[in-house]
């Protein structure tokens, strides 16, 4: 089988890619002046080793069938898809300043028909576990050996629908599909923990069949090896709850509900990227 | 006396000859199989059958995820609850990415009877036809329902909303038919007035016009089983050949086959005048179809009583 070579040669070079991509999401979000900085930083650690390292794919060919499949069920966070994507290949750069624009193949939240490598529209939270359901029943019936993998929000795991596709996997046998959770405790008003607390999440998602792993989801060696592991655990469906913080990497955004919606200004992007380049021992020039 | 299909039977049989002809067909149903007819399929090909349980929002989403994998779903339940319970799945995940979905609605309309107002769907046109990129079909008899149903697979390629009745209808069409998207068929011309049905009621259209002849009044029938796209010639046609165009459907007068005529005719302008005969804005109850009928002008009689009475004769 084909499969293009992982780009990411070894950790550090996951970290760093990381970094980048969570620079590039910042600036697009500032151009954008609107977007959803909080949960693309939370799960930039997740996606770049999906993109990197862990996926099979080839950006020659997003309609490649055998490739592996990405959903992101908070498609509010697409700015952190679009960045992976911008940098494995998919697109190009000139996207990064069109985000939320007229005619730009970057809409607000993931559409599938405009932006290459996004395999399926988002935008109305619960929906993205089932259409992965979907994904990989048809490779069952297609006889296609590939996986798919779906990000869900946990404050998405509020939505009814979430659970009716978490009971119904296990059922279904899809020992293709697993799930990361984006466990970055915040929701668009407020701490989870304030508005409708989720726990036990584990024990949920374990009594309703699901192999269950957790790990910190900002630990680039636990990331890829949880998602490598994940291929093997069959006959169940997987969850990774990824413990996250929400906005990390920029100290002023850190679980700060604000920036769950709030694009930050000239100067606020400037410090974030300052930041971020300085933990990852970048220069800011240096990432473009 | 001509054969009584229920459309909801002739789809599952039809689903079942879609199956044998193409791999990539797989049907989802969400605890209803033995109602929606689905379960015809299932006996024949397990594991392109997907029983989703009590959960129509996940069924529809799995559909749109089956869709973007190279398969052709069709998803099956009552029509209130494919439409109404799942909307927001049905327009973002199947009609703003285009995807090929097939949604069967079975037991539509007020004829669903006895169950009453919870499962009675009056408003699932409208809630469909609103959607962009949706086709909604809505087959007056067994030969027309058999056709749509393969030609939602073969002839389409987008969202489907597919909606099939419980009541008894007789064959109105021959061997001859062919479905084409679109284009409404003519059952007779008239000079007085044009009936434009969709569903069972194209059945009841046709014998009212039969009522109105003997009170030497001329009435044409058009079947509108494609109410998206709509045929708009035909209504434009509808309107030269008569002074009065008569809607009638198992459905709310809002958003459906009324709403959807009385906005072509408003806007190509004339002297015909529109009666939209329905559900007048309000919720079914529990009886008997035929009680339901009666009770809301839908029977031919009913039909005929409206139009003498439009026309002040």
């Known amino acids: 089988m084909h499969t293009s070579p992982p ?4 950790i550090r070079e996951l970290e760093t890619i990381a970094a980048q991509i969570r620079c590039d999401l910042v600036r697009m979000i500032h151009i954008a002046r609107m977007g959803h900085p909080g949960g693309s930083l939370s799960a930039a650690d997740l996606v770049t080793a999906l993109y990197f390292q862990v996926m099979r794919i080839d950006p020659a060919r997003p309609d490649w069938p055998e ?41 607000g939240h993931p559409d599938m028909v405009k932006t290459p490598g996004v395999e399926m529209t988002a935008g109305s939270l619960g929906h993205g576990l089932s259409a992965g359901l979907g994904m990989a029943l048809a490779a069952r019936v297609r006889g296609l050996n590939y996986r798919v993998w779906v990000m869900i929000g946990d404050g998405e795991t509020q939505e009814g629908s979430i659970w009716e596709a978490a009971m119904a996997a296990p059922n279904l046998r899809l020992d293709n599909l697993t799930v990361i959770l984006d466990r970055n405790r915040i929701q668009n008003d407020d701490l989870i923990d304030n508005i409708m607390p989720i726990e036990p999440l584990a024990a949920k998602w374990k009594s309703f069949g699901w192999h269950v792993m957790e790990i910190d989801g900002h630990e680039m060696a636990q990331v890829v090896d949880a998602l490598e ?7 169940q469906p997987v969850i990774i709850i990824a413990n996250t913080v929400k906005g990390k990497g920029v100290s002023f955004m850190e679980d700060n509900p604000f920036w769950h919606g709030n694009a930050p200004d000239a100067d606020q992007t400037a410090q974030a990227l300052q930041e971020i380049c300085a933990a990852a021992g970048l220069e800011v020039a240096d990432v473009d | 006396m001509r054969t009584r299909r229920e459309t909801r039977h002739v789809y599952g049989e039809a689903l079942l000859r879609a199956g044998e002809s193409n791999p990539q067909i797989a049907v989802l149903d969400a605890d209803l199989y033995k109602s929606t007819r689905s379960d015809l399929f299932r006996e024949r090909f397990g594991e392109r059958f997907i029983d989703m349980g009590i959960s129509e929002m996940d069924m529809v989403s799995t559909a749109a995820g089956l869709a973007a994998s190279g398969m052709i779903p069709y998803a099956n339940s009552f029509a209130m609850f494919i439409t109404a319970h799942c909307y927001d ?8 990415p285009n995807l090929h979905v097939i949604l069967a609605g079975s037991s539509a309309g007020l004829t669903q009877g006895p169950d009453g107002a919870s499962h009675q769907a009056l408003e699932d046109i409208a809630l469909m036809r609103a959607l962009p990129n949706m086709r909604v079909l809505v087959p007056a008899d067994g030969v027309e329902t058999e056709a749509m149903t393969l030609a939602a ?23 001859s038919y062919r479905f084409a998207l679109g284009r409404a068929s003519w059952l ?7 009936l434009i049905a969709c569903g069972h009621t194209v059945s009841a259209a046709r014998d009212a016009a039969e009522l109105l002849a003997n009170r030497d009044i001329s009435a044409g029938v058009v079947n509108m089983s494609s109410i998206k796209p709509l045929d708009e010639d035909a209504v434009r046609a509808a309107m030269q050949a008569t002074p009065l165009i008569v809607t009638v459907e198992e459905h709310s007068i809002l958003g459906g086959l009324g709403g959807a005529v009385a906005e072509v005719m408003a806007e190509t302008g004339g002297n015909a005048r529109l009666l939209r005969l329905g559900t007048r804005d309000r919720f079914g109850e529990s009886a008997t179809a035929d009680e339901l009928l009666e009770k809301h002008g839908l029977t031919p009689r009913g039909i005929t009583d409206s139009v003498v009475q439009a026309l002040g004769r």
């Open chain 1, 7 to 10: 780009v990411a040669a070894d």
């Open chain 2, 153 to 175: 697979a073969q002839e389409i390629d987008g969202p489907v909303y597919l909606r099939l009745g419980r009541y008894p209808v007789p064959d109105l069409f021959d061997s």
């Open chain 2, 89 to 96: 799945q049905i327009r973002i995940q199947i009609c703003y």
């Open chain 1, 229 to 235: 592991a994940s291929r093997e655990a069959e006959p």
């Open chain 2, 188 to 194: 007779g011309q008239g000079s007085d007035v044009t």
């Open chain 1, 67 to 107: 490739r592996d499949r990405f959903i992101l069920s908070k498609g509010h966070a697409c700015p952190v898809w679009y960045a992976a994507l911008i940098r494995r290949g998919y697109l190009g750069r000139e996207c990064l300043d069109t985000l939320r624009c007229l005619d730009s193949l970057l809409q």
